[in-house]
């Protein structure tokens, strides 16, 4: 009994026994030294790296560049002010990875551009960005600024407002949108669509305006009566036009000089919601007939058919006894 008792307690560990003594330390011993080696590897490759970095042969002075950008982007003179919004590190090095996913990212959020395609780092430290773009059509009035100066903010065809705030846009050959309510209480973010029915319709109206070979006579698209809410008996949208002229060098900061002639063309209902008027494609031509003849008219109502004219009927007067005569 005493020995079969003693063979059976020499089995079991002891409690009291330490970790390095029970069965499959070998294992766990190896497993902590893997890490171990691990660890230092990790921390010698990390230094390794950041003596590399340092080497004048692995950093680049870093450029971007808009590969295959739209023809306007340069006739327009938007080009630096794309570039500007990127704020390039002075130097990289070309182990930085990151650089051309915060390229991507910032060109995105800066408004300019509506996709990003692709972009790449070149071995001269050239970044390459292929994209799409937002181009400009109309510089739309948001309201005045600390100075009491009416200030403008660019758009795009789908009402995307564009970076950069402007004061004075006359005679840059930019049609300025007045009149949109949201706006000229408060600027919408860089990069947001204009929110709000009169600011859709005037968006729409300057697209097809900015296709027109008369485009830059196109001063101001004025709104602030649209659908009648100022006025019921006056017309909701109105044109003024300026005589053809050389634009300025100077971008958006041209001065008038000398006398500018204006006309008025009133363009009536918002497209789409015309009623008992000429659609916006016979209006479009009444305009390049209009400006194409020798006519002295300053003033042409495009809200009625040629074959037509507006009677202003007076309203009637309301006397004591229900009669409507001033004269009785």
Not at 96 to 108: A, I
Not at 210 to 227: C, H, K, L, M, Y
Request: proline share 7%.
């Amino acid at each position: 009994m005493s020995r079969k008792g003693s063979r059976d307690s020499g089995g079991l560990p002891d409690e009291r026994s330490a970790w390095w003594r029970l069965p499959g330390r070998g294992a766990m011993l190896s497993l902590l030294s893997l890490i171990g080696l691990i660890v230092l590897a990790a921390g010698g490759l990390e230094r390794l790296r950041g003596r590399v970095d340092a080497l004048p042969e692995y950093t680049q002075s870093l450029k971007l560049e808009l590969a295959d950008p739209p023809p306007w982007v340069v006739s327009e003179r938007w080009l630096p002010q794309i570039l500007g919004c990127v704020d390039l590190p002075p130097q990289a090095s070309l182990l930085d990875g990151g650089v051309v996913r915060r390229v991507g990212e910032t060109l995105t959020a800066s408004g300019w551009v509506s996709r990003v395609r692709r972009v790449t780092r070149e071995l001269d430290g050239t970044i390459r960005a292929w994209c799409e773009y937002r181009r400009p059509i109309a510089m739309v009035r948001t309201g005045r600024g600390d100075d009491g100066e009416y200030r403008f903010v660019a758009v795009d065809k789908d009402g995307v407002r564009l970076p950069q705030i402007y004061k004075n846009v006359t005679g840059a050959g930019w049609m300025q949108i007045v009149g949109i309510e949201s706006v000229e209480k408060e600027e919408p973010p860089t990069g947001s669509p204009l929110v709000g029915d009169d600011a859709q319709a005037a968006v729409k109206l300057a697209g097809l305006l900015f296709e027109q070979p008369f485009a830059t006579q196109v001063e101001t698209i004025n709104v602030s009566n649209f659908r009648g809410r100022r006025d019921k008996r006056s017309v909701h949208i109105y044109l003024t036009f300026v005589a053809p002229g050389p634009r300025p060098e100077s971008e958006l900061t041209g001065e008038e000089s000398g006398a500018v002639q204006r006309r008025t063309f009133l363009w009536g209902s918002a497209i789409g919601e015309e009623i008992d008027e000429p659609n916006c494609q016979e209006k479009v031509r009444l305009i390049l007939k209009w400006l194409e003849s020798d006519t002295t008219h300053a003033r042409v109502d495009g809200s009625i058919f040629p074959d037509r004219v507006v009677e202003r009927v007076q309203p009637p007067v309301s006397t004591a006894d229900g009669s409507t005569r001033r004269n009785r």
